[in-house]
């Protein structure tokens, strides 16, 4: 039998969390970057999102990291129109009213330097009216497309989202399109 791999891939903008294409679609999937055999997405990010994403061979790792019942956190920065106030974080902290009901209580912070990311291609869209700001949130479910949904719920529409962190994983010592193992 095999050891369990586990690898830490940092997934591009427009990029499919999977390794088949979807039929006539023109997005990359994680086949194009990731050659390792028999590991898979333990979770996933949509395509116009990016960041830390865990992919193994260890079913049991899949299980706990995607059952919604363990609630593991991870961190993203989401870059969001105009400064929240704290109203707005307050909010997010305490949960907001997504699709129906109530998301979890999060960890959520206005950071006070925009983050040292490479640059998005194609380039976050820019409004010479409209500030931005970055917020970090930790949350411990993993609803669709919950970010952007959750500042979308406090006036702050998500314009770029990196996720950073997944339990004790981060993207430290990667860039976009890298990936390592670890044990």
């Known amino acids: 039998m095999r050891k369990p791999r586990t690898l830490l891939f940092w997934k591009p903008y427009g990029v499919l969390c ?12 994680l086949a194009d970057f990731i050659g390792v ?27 706990r990291l995607t059952d919604p019942r363990r609630g593991h956190p991870r961190t993203y920065w989401a870059q969001v129109e105009r400064v929240p106030d704290a109203a707005a974080l307050g909010a997010l902290r305490e949960g907001v009213m997504v699709q129906g009901s109530r998301t979890r209580p999060a960890g959520a912070r206005l950071l006070d330097d925009e983050p040292d990311l490479p640059p998005r291609t194609p380039p976050v869209r820019f409004r010479k009216n409209v500030p931005t700001a970055w917020v970090e949130l930790t949350l411990t479910e993993g609803r669709n497309r919950q ?3 959750m500042t979308a719920a406090v006036g702050h529409p ?9 339990g004790e994983w981060t993207l430290d010592g990667l860039a976009p399109a890298q990936w390592r193992e670890v044990i």
């Open 18 to 29: 999977q390794f088949t294409p979807e039929p006539g679609a023109a997005h990359a999937t």
């Open 37 to 63: 055999p028999d590991v898979y997405a333990a979770g996933r990010l949509d395509h116009d999102s990016e960041g830390l994403v865990v992919l193994t061979s260890d079913g049991a790792l899949q299980h």
């Open 147 to 149: 970010v952007r949904r």
């Open 158 to 166: 998500t314009l770029r989202l990196v996720r950073v962190r997944i």
